[in-house]
């Protein structure tokens, strides 16, 4: 209840008019189960047409099989903390030091969140306000770049990521950059090669890490590089986050003078994180005076970059930094890694060509160009979907398509291995897969004919999969 029963009987004693105005409103007054157990409920009554698309997409996940790379799937619990009374509350600065009244409980939420974001990373320091992966590199680049400063960083069509420096987003306006490249043979990253063009370009910031490559990243090398021509090193590490937390890929924390992942790839709520080993505390000249890299980078989250914290993505973090320290998470990321190297070995076997022979993580890479002539990405990416299967289409390293066509489609494993799925299903997915993408009619880079049977065949098959391992 809201008000104590001393007080209530303090009021009563002392103001019998008063008390018998508030005393009903405050019998109405829910509790915080009462209240948040109503949530759903209360969206259905308030707006029929979005609770019905919420279903439909529920049904869309349950049903079709998730294979983007990028996606994960976060937890009830995660879910819940999102969707609360949290949400209300507005405040600026870091926990301690806020620009307004009434964060006690939020400023413990967040210290849960960084104290535990620490933990899952091994970090020195936690930054957990960044509304985004993007905004996480936004900061970054922000607290240590001045406009026209260099930046050496992996082409988006390589295998990089639009946030790292590519003409279209702030980092291509605002700084010069120039992108290094995988190797045109063996598409791995070629380290002498991109040290030749850091010795030459001279950056003040590297960025390492990327959205579309399947091989172990060698940060110590990358640091290295680094070090020697006297730039800043950032890990972008989002789509192997979960992994490094596990120890199935190497961590950057150490190496990296910052590093940042999204906070949905690696199954916990949308938003961003910004961790740092032992250089946190590394002095930056900032004007005339040392401030240590830290709080540099706090500064420029607020009041710099960002308003508000979402106070409730910190909580659903703090929920999701938590189930990163259990077992079961840890061993998952292993099982999505095996899952990744089974599906790539069934595509292989089954004849298509997947880049750099395998993968170390989560992704892969296949180039559909070479499985049959015509066969496009765009084609690969629209007629799974109509069977029930998600993937995405993915320009290949030197790719003669243009990004709305691709010779590529990337595959992930989170989402079919959060939901129990093994080596057996992923056979089945190849198999699947493999049906429709032989047996398509291409008409053009961009369209097919589909038979409604194989279509209707394949679709039931997927559901039926996909009703064996329901989503958790
Ligand atoms: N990084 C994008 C992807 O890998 O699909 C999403 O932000």
């Not at 001045?146 to 946030?163: E, K, N, P, T």
């Not at 490094?244 to 961003?272: N, Q, W």
């Amino acid at each position: 209840m809201l008000v104590d029963k001393h007080s209530t009987e303090t009021l009563k004693r002392r103001d019998k008019q008063v008390y018998e105005i508030i005393e009903p409103a405050r019998q109405r007054a829910l509790s915080s189960e009462e209240y948040h157990r109503a949530l759903p409920a209360e969206l259905e009554r308030a707006d029929a047409e979005v609770y019905r698309l919420i279903g439909a997409e529920y049904d869309r996940q349950q049903n079709m099989l998730q294979l983007i790379a990028a996606e994960n799937q976060c937890s009830r619990a995660v879910l819940a903390a999102l969707g609360c009374a949290v949400q209300n509350k507005t405040t600026e600065g870091f926990v301690g030091a806020r620009f307004h009244g009434g964060c006690a409980v939020v400023d413990r939420l967040e210290a849960l969140a960084i104290d535990r974001a620490r933990q899952a990373f091994g970090a020195k320091y936690a930054n957990v306000q960044p509304h985004s992966g993007t905004s996480a590199n936004q900061i970054v680049l922000a607290a240590i770049l001045s406009s026209g400063d260099r930046i050496l960083s992996l082409g988006m069509d390589q295998g990089g990521h639009v946030s790292h420096g590519d003409r279209v987003s702030f980092a291509g306006k605002f700084f010069q950059v120039e992108q290094y490249q995988v190797d045109r043979d063996s598409f791995l990253l070629d380290y002498e090669a991109i040290a030749q063009q850091a010795r030459r370009f001279r950056p003040r910031l590297i960025i390492c890490g990327a959205s579309a490559y399947s091989r172990v990243i060698d940060f110590e090398r990358f640091r290295a590089i680094a070090d020697e021509v006297n730039a800043f090193l950032l890990a972008d590490v989002s789509h192997i986050s979960g992994l490094i937390i596990a120890g199935v890929h190497p961590s950057p924390v150490d190496y990296a003078h910052f590093t940042t992942t999204s906070t949905y790839k690696p199954g916990g709520p949308r938003g961003g994180l910004i961790v740092m080993g032992k250089d946190f505390d590394a002095p930056l000249l900032v004007g005339k005076r040392e401030v240590p890299l830290w709080q540099r980078v706090e500064k420029t989250t607020f009041p710099g970059f960002q308003g508000t914290p979402y106070l409730n993505n910190i909580a659903a973090k703090a929920v999701f930094f938590g189930e990163t320290l259990s077992d079961e998470y840890r061993d998952r990321q292993f099982r999505i890694v095996e899952n990744a190297q089974a599906l790539a070995a069934e595509f292989q076997g089954l004849g298509y060509d997947v880049l750099t022979g395998g993968t170390d993580n989560h992704m892969f890479l296949v180039d559909v160009t070479q499985f049959r002539n015509g066969l496009t990405g765009a084609i690969a990416q629209r007629s799974l979907e109509d069977c029930g299967i998600v993937i995405n289409m993915n320009r290949l390293p030197y790719d003669r398509h243009c990004a709305k066509v691709t010779s590529g489609m990337r595959l992930g494993t989170p989402i079919v291995t959060r939901n129990g799925m093994g080596p057996a299903e992923m056979t089945t997915i190849a198999q699947r897969v493999d049906h429709v993408l032989a047996n398509l009619e291409i008409l053009d880079e961009r369209t097919y004919r589909l038979d409604e049977s194989l279509r209707q065949e394949t679709a039931d098959a997927v559901r039926d999969l996909c009703t064996r391992f329901p989503m958790r």
